[in-house]
């Protein structure tokens, strides 16, 4: 008898770490899966280390269209008497 509870103690416990490893890993996975889709949704690229440049040539054309118009802003306000 004694001899049985041994071995269903064993067998529980060793399910239980088994359980937590797999439980760990498909978290995991699932999380990189969220985070990847996140980023392609927002266009965000590969992260790039601290401190590297990169030149986007989308800037340029913007300012240069930025540049042409040159009404100024309008702010509209309220008169407080």
Sequence with gaps: MLK???IVLI???LLRMLGK???VKTFNSLNQRMQDEM???QG???QRPEGS???DPGVK???ERRKGNDDG???DFEEIK
């Design 61 to 63: 054309k913007e300012e």
């Design 39 to 41: 980023n392609r949704r």
């Design 73 to 75: 802003d309008f702010v």
């Design 11 to 13: 067998i529980i416990l």
């Design 21 to 23: 490893i797999f439980v």
């Design 53 to 55: 440049i990169t030149i």
């Design 4 to 6: 049985f509870i041994l």
């Design 44 to 46: 965000n690229g590969p």
